[in-house]
């Protein structure tokens, strides 16, 4: 399972996470699949356990079980950030010879470790495995959210129950006066709306209610103690794939996760396609502004629907996305940031409320977007940037959100630069003959045997769902061209070899090169050897030269970055693969097509969806949230 | 024309009006009512003068030229307040024997003087008078409102025309960073109404624009120079009467006045069954506030439309009303204001859009609602002592603001009190027999001559319109009540006498006093000797009970109050009657009643229309906005 020489127990330990131990850790190769079965155990408000819940996820081996876990809203305690110091993030791993480190040690007794406990930030999923996760023990009053960045809870929604004195001839103050006099640490302003409920809803309840505040805004007061259920949900507003995660904003806790296409899509897959929509009818960017609307109100009546909580119960969403993005949602006209000199109609986006948006949530539910660096580097780095802690952190690192339109930024502890670079829709699946998006049926892993014999399979295919074929992701593109590289069926320059080189470098291979009209294709997938090429999942030359169109864009964003401050690949710490799609990449692969610098792939890290965690921290802190501001300026 | 020995000439100097001068000023004795006939001149844009218009006003007896017109939406130049310092307020009385002041003799040389020039804010209106009214010279930096307050403009509403440099690669500030570094001075929020609009407006203006700014909220970007066009609208809500100034808020100017019944008549004539409806009927709040809009909104079209101006250039209303008013016009619930204890909701009102009072202006246009001093003493009289200046006057003042509820204020210079008394509608003709509103055919004016013999008219009516009677309002009420107690119809104790003392005591009159069903009567208006008695417009012996219930209440206001700071009746320097109702009282009648201390005539001033002139100021103003704040702690 070794990489090679590149590899090394003193590289991990060196990250900072596993110290060497008895058992040797299981590494990985940066290739692959794993699938994680979680046992949920959770108790019922008077502290009687229910019966667990069952999960399944699939993530990239190396990610940790506590990332997975949080990735997928699927919350373990914890109060250190993953750094194996609160001890607190237990789980039982079931049947896993999983490597013991000195934390689980000083955690757990030897009965325990035999039994499969062990922290949950310190277990690298490098096969499949059953973890058992055990209620959660305390109300936190910190979370760990972005790239095991710790942060102290005190979100912008704000809940204090308060039991008043009733009014009296002695005692006219008005009601508004009455509730703010016991709430007297916050300068509280009351809008139209809670004005319109306020003396109703206090004589209703005795005087004794909930007030609902965001920052210094009094958005509403609920009857009697509702402090426990506020609620916000963050969003990533990606161009292809929007992201929703709801939070429970008093303990941390992710309550559900959920995905799903943009609705925009049917106007263009990247956002110059849908800004020339906007110029072509001027119509069309209301029908942007509404289909953003609708995606996001999908997404929050999912993961509401999901967790069994009542939308009105809603009280912020935060929305990390492009300038584009932003602009669409906000149905800001997108015109200037298409065309020479490329502007922002502003870099701030204004306050608005969510149902501004057409989200059905607490009707004064306040909508956060990020702001913007620039028109290409837009709410969503601002948020990944907070996310990964570049801001505050002193190795040299690179962070590449991978998608359509790709951000670039690197930093050396002092300086931060950022880029950005049009990769096209290739790593989303759009502009691929046979290209879809990672869902059921999609093939998201490759490896070729070059020289399989009879009943050994020359293709081994890794499918998302375990079903049948349909087409080819990003993250299989990625593979499927590193693959052909490695086994000499594409040359340097990317040309498919003639027929008959391939019969001599890859004999099992070569009757999977076939042609569709006059291009080149590899089939991926024949269901029988009598199927016609054009019916198989297949990877053309056209699409291999939509890869190395990307390829190029990024690794200039990268290239131009280092040489501005005067660095070599090598010296570059950690190179963070951010983006629906950069995570679930095969490092080992991302290495080989040259998208990131030539590292161990240990030093390669899947970051996760780290503009949605940057939406989280926004709301769970809004110290954090202040934090976006400096990288402004 | 003397009110005998409580007049002095010396009075009228010490009020610091009118110098003694050669010709006798012409004083009056506080009745009746005086026609000015205006010819207003005015200069169109490039400085050519344009047709004059006419303007007839009617207004009590003593009130200036310059506050007759102000009251009325007739722009006259000034700055210095009314106190005959700027020498500004040119007019020419046509063929009037008007009093020559020292300062006409340094403004106007001997022939201007003979032509009839005259400073219209020393001119006192004393008999009907004919007055032409020459083009405003100058925009002025400071306007004249409330009772002789001089102003400094400074308005909420700004306009800042900008010309910016188009963006380049070089310069790639986004759309509205180039807007506000061109506004240094301000701190501009803007809004999402705006940044939707702005990067077009700016495109299609070729960068030349026009930022349209409330307070330091960036509310509209207009292609090309619109800074000339700025409006405002002032309203007095009042429970019975509602009344709209169009102002332009770059020079001060009223454009425009108009007035109609508050459409929630139907629901109440008081605050009480107003309040007392909206608990019969969870739907009658939403019914009020709809009808509070409604009619703020009629108000608004009508000002426009006589000024000829754009209701989407209107972008700020101020709106002085009672605690009842304000909360239905907002939407909030009043029950709390009607029952004991008496709380408000909120003393300060919330920020609004004028959209959501049901206003179609600019959409963004805000609604400013002028903050409470408790249930009963509302923004109306907050308004009101804006325009006063009570806040700044060294004088003992009383200040009575005359309607369904009455509002009372007493000053000493030092200390400011107040209070409020429930008068009843009987002050605009409610619960009187042949009560109505201050229109068209309503008996004003009253006066009664008990031995009038042969053609001698005993009765001598003045009626609004000076068409056929055909009620009685509020002013005519107190005027008869008056009347009869003066020639002894009516006892001291409020009762008519019996028919046989009638005979001896006013032989010219005893055959007005009828009965009608049981009650007993005096015929105001008898179309014929033979008409009946019911189809008369008549007082009865009700109508007076219920003035009296009136006076008395007011009376124990201002008693209490005065007594609150061991004050005589003498002491009061100045007694202020405000209201529609309130200012178009006989102050010798108001005197006769005990609606006021025993004073002269002359200490009694009509104020106008207070809370409108108080809500003209905060529009102007954001000074004297602000002083508004320091009234309620």
């Known amino acids: 399972m070794s990489d090679g020489p590149d590899f090394s127990l003193a590289d991990v330990a060196r990250e900072g996470l596993i110290e060497p131990s008895g058992a040797e850790p299981a590494n990985h190769d940066g290739t692959g699949r794993v699938d994680l079965a979680f046992t949920i155990h959770s108790l019922a408000e008077g502290g009687a356990e229910v019966p667990p819940t069952q999960r399944g996820v699939r993530v990239p081996p190396g990610v940790t079980v506590f990332d997975a876990a949080s990735w997928n809203g699927i919350a373990i305690d914890s109060t250190c950030g993953g750094h194996g110091t609160c001890h607190k993030c237990k789980i039982r791993v079931e049947g896993g010879q999983v490597p013991i480190t000195r934390h689980d040690v000083r955690t757990f007794n ?22 058992e996760v055990p209620p959660l023990t305390t109300r936190p009053k910190a979370a760990t959210v972005g790239i095991g960045r710790q942060v102290i809870l005190r979100p912008a929604v704000q809940k204090r129950y308060v039991e008043l004195q009733e009014a009296t001839l002695a005692d006219q103050r008005t009601d508004l ?42 958005i509403d007061v609920e009857p009697g103690d509702t402090s426990a259920h506020r609620y916000a949900i963050a969003f990533d507003l990606g161009t292809t794939t929007v992201v929703g995660t709801l939070l429970d904003v008093g303990t941390g806790t992710p309550l559900a996760v959920t995905s799903m296409l943009n609705k925009q899509q049917p106007f263009g897959g990247d956002v110059i396609t849908r800004i020339s929509a906007t110029m072509m009818d001027k119509d069309t960017l209301g029908r942007l502004q509404e289909a953003a609307g609708a995606t996001l109100a999908e997404l929050a009546g999912q993961v509401c629907r999901q967790a069994g909580i009542d939308p009105a119960q809603v009280y912020e969403v935060a929305i990390a996305g492009n300038a584009t993005m932003t602009a669409l949602a906000l149905g800001i006209d997108p015109e200037p940031l298409g065309v020479a000199p490329f502007v922002m109609t502003s870099a701030q986006p204004p306050s608005v409320l969510a149902a501004e948006l057409g989200l059905t949530l607490h009707p004064r539910a306040r909508a956060f977007f990020f702001p913007a660096l620039g028109a290409y580097v837009g709410g969503d780095i601002v948020a990944g940037m907070l996310a990964t802690g570049m801001d505050r952190d002193k190795r040299t690192r690179l962070f590449i959100d991978v998608g359509t339109n790709c951000e670039i930024v690197l930093s050396d502890g002092d300086t931060i630069l950022s880029t950005a670079a049009p990769a096209g829709p290739a790593f989303e699946g759009g502009a691929i003959r046979c290209g879809m998006r990672a869902a059921d049926g ?15 399979p020359a293709v081994t295919l890794g499918v998302i769902g375990d079903v049948e074929p349909r087409g080819l992701c990003g993250s299989g593109l990625v593979d499927a061209v590193a693959e052909l590289v490695r086994v000499g069926l594409l040359d340097s320059s990317g040309r498919m070899v003639p027929d008959e080189s391939a019969k001599e470098i890859a004999p099992a291979l070569a009757d999977r090169l076939a042609k569709i009209g006059e291009e080149r294709v590899f089939l991926l997938h024949r269901p029988t050897p009598e199927t016609e090429p054009a019916e198989c999942v297949y990877l053309s030359q056209r699409d291999v030269r939509e890869l190395q169109f990307a390829k190029a864009a990024i690794s200039t964003g990268w290239t131009l970055l280092l040489e501005q401050l005067g660095l070599e690949h090598r010296d570059v710490q950690q190179v963070q693969l951010a983006g629906s799609f950069g995570s679930y990449l095969s490092t080992a692969s991302a290495v080989r097509n040259g998208l990131v610098p030539k590292l161990t792939v240990l030093r390669i890290v899947a970051a996760g969806n780290v503009a949605g965690e940057g939406a989280k921290m926004a709301l769970l802190s809004v110290r954090e949230r202040a934090g976006a501001r400096p990288l402004l300026e």
Chains 1, 2 share one sequence.
């Open 442 to 456: 999609a093939i998201e892993v490759i490896k070729l045997d070059p020289t399989a014999l009879g009943d050994e």
């Open 110 to 131: 030897s009965e325990q470790i035999a039994q499969g406990w062990r922290l949950g930030c310190l277990v690298q999923a490098t096969r499949n495995l059953a973890v």
């Open 177 to 218: 006066a009455r509730l703010t006099d016991a709430i007297d640490d916050l300068e509280l302003t009351a809008d139209l709306h809670v004005l319109r409920r306020l003396s109703t809803v206090l004589r209703e309840a005795d005087f004794k209610v909930t007030a609902v505040i965001v920052d210094e805004d009094l």
